[in-house]
């Protein structure tokens, strides 16, 4: 009924064309020619069906009479994309082609199976000489399609092909009977008067998109092996064509959906992956003889086996300790000591073994494990590791040295630091090279592994080594009697003036600057902001504190550990409720009952029973306290 009332549309159209003149100019054109349409041209010599030299024209040929793309399919065929597809089982029946879906198909060309079968090309792709390329076509727009001088479909540059001659497919970028226009956006394909069919129908020779030998399909449809389905609720279609679902799942909205929410379509039916032990987890996964499956995990029956390489094995075997591929060395054994866990131990459960023999750890031939040998310098073991014998020294090459004073000659070496050596007749103290300039002097580095005495007051070493003033700001005597480097730091001016200097990051704004908020360095946390000189919430009622280890917006309303303000931690079986640590139970009030806002639906007693003065009674029904 549709193919019908399209042929009746397009007559309709061309009887429309005619009238308004579209041949002598008197009237509306047609936006782009459409050959092929009925009623738009007289028969062409030449034209399929009725020239003796072109196919479906012997009655001997044993042809259906089905158009697909500029050909006649024979019996048995199938139009599939606009060529006609013969049946097949494997690809050696297919003459070069594939064999794709039961059927041999070009995947040179054909945009749901573009160089491999079922490799779809996008909506908006074409498929040439089998990769997926963007469906801009070449020649020239708005060329009229004659079938019968081009069976490419082409725009008449390349002159047709000759009768008998096979036809050459796509010579414009467009898939058989499609033309190339021009549009706003650029060339596009396009089939009769409409645009390029979907890629899983073909173009007519009339100019209308068909889906294998019938109509093109209705909005929601999809043209499987030319047939028009609803891919939502199709059971052997179910998402995508020949996506059958396996009893007893059905096809949902486009999805194979089991009978019970708890279970997952495999190939073997509907399984519950937590408990199947043929799908345990994913479906296939098989567990092995003697296991069974447990939460989707295979997991062995017996409490003292455990799953290694897909077979269960005993838990304390010293092949595997505990766990898969922990190996016991000998002379050590898998064992459980008391109060120990599962291990391997030497039979003194305080040695190690170490080249087949049980040893003590923390002496100087295996200090932390077996064979850690301390040597010179470190050449004590103290507390399981290799140490200066001098507790604070550290190894320095062949020495070990107080890096406060460094290794003592002219120059000091290892001042602070292994490898930092002093200018000749300068001290180390506490760690620090002294400078001939005195306290305005810092012994600083400037390049890697170069040090030099510096002045504190410059615009790169500002009052410390390495302290650059960043910005529109220098280096200035901002406290004391400028006889110290303490005396000297970063001011901003100009442009940053009323700014702080931030070391590494320059002047900053500390009213409204997230990253340095009222003090250098103090981050507001996410969803709030500086204002002021302080971090602000973006949502109202809340507050930021400095909570288990960082700043974060909290109601001090109910948060524990900041109730009714930053600092103020409910402690033990307290809760908070409305600012104020509360212990549940009955002597809260009558506005928080047990549990915090839960309030009495009626009063609680008078004076004259003090006992439950605050406790929370329904005075209609309470044994103890009726109507009081």
């Known amino acids: 009924m549709r193919k019908q009332m399209g042929l009746v549309l397009a007559a309709l159209a061309a009887m429309w064309i005619s009238a308004c003149g579209g041949d002598d100019g008197g009237g509306v054109e047609e936006p782009f020619p459409t050959p092929g349409m009925p009623g738009s041209e007289p028969p062409t010599p030449g034209t399929p069906g009725t020239d003796p030299g072109m196919p479906g024209t012997d009655p001997g040929d044993a042809m259906t009479g089905v158009m697909c793309g500029t050909a006649t399919c024979a019996v048995g065929q199938q139009c599939i994309n606009g060529v006609c597809a013969s049946p097949c089982t494997t690809d050696a029946e297919c003459g070069g082609q594939s064999c794709c879906d039961s059927f041999c198909l070009d995947t040179t060309m054909d945009r749901n199976n573009c160089g491999a079968c079922d490799m779809a090309c996008g909506s908006d792709e074409m498929c040439m000489a089998g990769a997926c390329t963007p469906a801009q076509c070449s020649g020239t727009p708005g060329a009229v399609v004659d079938p019968s001088s081009d069976l490419d479909a082409g725009t008449g540059e390349d002159g047709g092909v000759a009768a008998g001659d096979s036809p050459v497919f796509m010579d414009n970028g467009c898939p058989p009977n499609e033309a190339c226009v021009g549009g706003p956006s650029g060339n596009m394909c396009q089939c009769g008067s409409g645009p390029g069919c979907p890629a899983d ?49 059905t096809c949902a909205q486009g999805m194979c959906v089991c009978p019970s929410v708890t279970d997952t379509e495999c190939p073997d039916g509907c399984k519950d992956l937590m408990d199947d032990a043929d799908n345990c987890g994913v479906c296939g996964e098989q567990c092995a003889d003697g296991q069974s499956c447990n939460s989707g995990v295979c997991e062995c029956d017996g409490d003292d086996e455990i799953v290694c390489d897909g077979a269960c094995v005993p838990r304390v075997s010293d092949d595997n300790c505990g766990e898969c591929g922990v190996v016991c060395e000998d002379p050590s054994e898998c064992r459980e000591p008391a109060g120990r866990d599962l ?88 760690g620090e090279c002294s400078c001939p300039g005195g306290a305005l002097e810092k012994f600083c580095e400037t390049s890697a592994d170069t040090y030099q005495c510096i002045d504190v007051d410059q615009t790169n070493h500002c009052g410390e080594c390495g302290n650059a003033c960043i910005d529109d700001s220098s280096c200035q005597q901002v406290s004391g009697d400028g006889n110290s480097a303490e005396d000297f730091g970063c001011v901003c001016m100009g442009t940053d003036a009323g700014k702080t200097h931030c070391a590494g990051e320059g002047c900053k704004d500390l009213m409204t600057d997230d990253q340095n908020c ?62 104020a640590c509360r212990t549940p139970g009955w002597f809260d009030g009558e506005d928080h009952c047990g549990t915090c806002g839960n309030a009495c639906a009626s009063t609680g007693c008078p004076v004259l029973f003090p006992l439950f003065a605050e406790s929370c009674n329904e005075v209609s029904t309470d044994t103890f306290m009726c109507g009081c």
Do not use: H
């Open 343 to 430: 291990g391997c131990y030497c039979p003194n459960v305080n040695q190690v073994p170490c080249d087949g023999v049980c040893v003590d750890l923390g002496t100087e031939d295996n200090c932390s494990e077996c064979g850690d040998s301390c040597g010179a310098p470190t050449s004590t073991c103290r507390d399981n590791a290799c140490e200066c014998p001098v507790d604070g020294d550290v190894a320095c090459g062949d020495a070990c040295v107080d890096l406060d004073t460094g290794t003592s000659g002219d120059p000091v070496e290892n001042c602070g630091a292994c490898g930092i050596t002093c200018l000749e007749g300068e001290t180390c103290d506490s």
């Open 201 to 249: 129908q073909s173009c007519s020779t009339d100019g209308m998109c068909m889906c294998g030998d019938g109509p093109g399909c209705a909005t929601g449809e999809t043209c499987c092996n030319g047939t028009c389905l609803d891919l939502t609720g199709d059971d052997a279609n179910c998402g995508e064509c020949g996506n059958a679902c396996t009893s007893p799942a």
């Open 518 to 579: 009222g003090a250098c360095g103090n981050v507001c946390p996410d969803n709030s902001a500086c204002s002021a000189g302080v971090c602000e919430c973006d949502t109202a009622g809340l507050t930021v504190c400095l909570v288990r280890g960082e700043l974060t917006c909290v109601d001090t309303d109910t948060d524990d550990d900041a109730c009714g303000a930053c600092g103020t931690t409910c402690t033990g079986a307290e809760a908070c409720c409305e600012g």
